[in-house]
């Protein structure tokens, strides 16, 4: 034992046995799913209810955004000078910052910032939110998550808060953000719905979840679409190319329903 | 158009309606799992049978290794100086590399020679296995995929064997990992048990994944032990910390069974 | 011309010539030094006067500073799984932050408050150091650039400011580093010596750079030491080596003279 | 001491001393250049003659080259997601590989191998070049340093070689360049100039630098371009900007001509 011995409670491993937080991770491998796996790395605890179903629906909402986004050029860029795929992954991630997925945390202040208001004036819902919007307006500091520069109404907000009802977890913070959401077009005279990043900001809330871990989220979701933008780039397109950040062209398959089973 | 026009097949992004692969997201969000988004992202299809459990069993196995791990020391080595989370991930990542994950991806191209010379020859899946371990012994290479430092018997490698066959996806490279296990244990008169890297190995291989993604699922499995790492370097210590690669006490929950019901 | 293009004052690039700031490469090319074509890249002319002497004499300062830094880790935990250099250097880089490094531009901010203060107050030099030290301390905030955890007296520092003052660029930056190390002295009863990072601060606010800048300098600077702990962590060690972040010992040429001429 | 204890010949720390492979670094600050340091600390020596101007001058030669460089473009796009200044100058040296910097290595090996031939069959010149060329052309593999897409004379090679000269550098490896440079542009009936890939290759041959440091000199050179590009894409550009990597128009000085002095 040195003086720089050091203790960490996240896993324990002996020969032939890791426990992950308390529990043999071959028991759980097959048993809990990632999102299980996640919630349980992070926080410590199993889920106890529907936490893991959640965070998967978050990772899959985000999974890929097209080959726009800057972790997605940065991605690629890197990869399309010959570098190694963890390069070209880090680079990617590297992108995730204030202005490209760092809105989730942000979302997540404002929304923790209205509830407590709520809870310590015991305010109605709509003048929480009426607070919340007029105190960033005299700020002049804009309220992330809501609106779109391309979406108009984001498609896997309104999923996301229907799966957050069905499996219990939509309270308070999924409540605020739609009457922030009210308030804010209101008070805009214009249509602001919540985004995708904060739809997801209230589920990260729900869930207790720190805002400090928001990007992580971001980041997990985003991996496997930054790999198949590596894959596809180092595949299809020759080394050294000039990547137009905008005119891209998809080719893939077009429209086709999804007619599996629900999993839910 | 420009004439740097580029195209890509993965995600069609229009207003209001996104389509992965040409499903729509928000029709796939809550109804697919995290793992079969991730089958779909890198495939380009929705995965016809149990590949997404696989994938999600894999990514569970690995999510975290203790406090040793190169890549859980960079990522903590680079949060103790204050860098933000991207900053973080990203020293772990790079650190997922020939030696460090590259295991796996070593390991399926021994697996598809072993498989591949099996069926071109015929040979009994013993022979092919011993013209495999004889192949890298005559080169002097290391058959990456058997054996551990610490574990005689990797606790994951049962567990995920277990889950393929009852899944329906353990074949032939499954076989052929067994039976160049046995091969290599005789030849060098002391075991040497398929590992973690090596049954991940398999199943890929059985998922008709391309080595040249093996790394990518070591990182998507890795980012939430390293998230936990980072979070809890900056919870728990002190910045700057000299940070021991070894003399790490493990003092969260002690050993607790798993009691909750099985998903599969 | 799209509606993307956009504007860079930093170089020219045509078929046979490239201009950096308006003066051809080709020109500067062994004219100029390394330091002097710094100064030009970031600031867009070229030094008036020695400030390309300290610049290189600031990189030199702070090349490297043995196995023990985080940056120094990082780069050797990943350069150790056999990733290519470029990701060892990058995972150095990243572990240049706040904490690494991040004094530099601390230190820059407070010499500036004091020296503004100083021009705006006409205050006398030691007032405005003691308003300074006294802001801090009344903040609760430690004052960076000062004191060191191994060096009681920085040996860098002395020789730093005595070529400043040769050169002819110490001012009123130098002079209030010194009168703050005499006032945080004084008020803690024991010596607060300026370290290389105080005095690299007071160095690069002479030669009116901005803070955001600093850390830059020190990347700079540490980039000759990260490679070379790179190539030896290659060439002397095995791979996966678990790397003892104190228990270092120094194996190279014992101390001699520098007898060559001065350059300056 | 423990048993992870290692060693390092790099660098000395002691309290108050601080020796660079034997030389006290405030003896060495402002007596040698950046560019004896880097060689010192490469190279565990001194430079014997002008080996630490060669360096200066490799290092402003491709001190920057515009907005379109893949690493510039990683850089950048990081940056405009608001990310600290070390996660954008990672993501521009992680860009540094294969196909960008990497023809500085490829062509090291190319000339190791023409001037080792020369050696041992006591070849002419012209006829180990010739050897060279053929050895590649039937391997179907691409001579690296020759030949650029934009300079049809790279006007840096030129001015690095006459320096070359001057300084007592130019020996057999420039020699074989300028060979090849004919042998190539005979056998592909156009001009193959020697590009400043090609010319840093041969002088980084002259210095018995090891093929494998090539990428290290041009990630030393490209920093202080990298941290431009990042400054000024954080003081110009709105974040979150889409970066056009090709249409750039250039707003900095018009060309102006170096009245300075000769530094050599």
Redesign the interface.
Known sequence: ??D??????????E?????????????????????D??YL??K?E?PPGNEG?VI??I???V??????P??T??AR??A????????????G????????G?AIEECMNVLSEGVAYQHETSAALEDAAEWVVKRYRDRGKRIHGFGHR???????T???FE?AATWGVAGRFVAMARAIERALSERLQRPMPINADGAIAALLCELHFEP??A??FF??AR???L???I??E?S??K????????????????????T?E???
Chains 1, 2, 3, 4 share one sequence.
């Open positions: 034992m040195s720089l011995r050091w203790k960490t409670a996240i896993t324990k491993v020969p032939n046995k890791i426990l992950l937080r308390g529990y043999r991770l071959d028991e759980l491998i097959g048993r809990i799913s990632y999102g796996a996640i790395a992070l410590g199993l179903k998967e629906a990772l899959v909402s999974i890929d955004h097209g080959g726009s800057p972790s050029l940065a860029t890197i399309s000078t010959g570098a190694e795929l963890s390069a070209a992954v880090a680079g991630i590297l992108a995730i910052s204030q202005y490209h760092g391309l979406h108009t109404r984001d498609p896997r309104a999923r996301l799966l400090a871990l990007d992580a980041m997990m991996i496997p679409g790999v198949a933008h894959h596809e180092r299809r397109q080394p050294m190319r000039r990547i137009h950040p905008t005119d891209i062209e998809y080719d893939g398959p077009e429209e086709r329903p999804w599996g629900r999993v839910e």
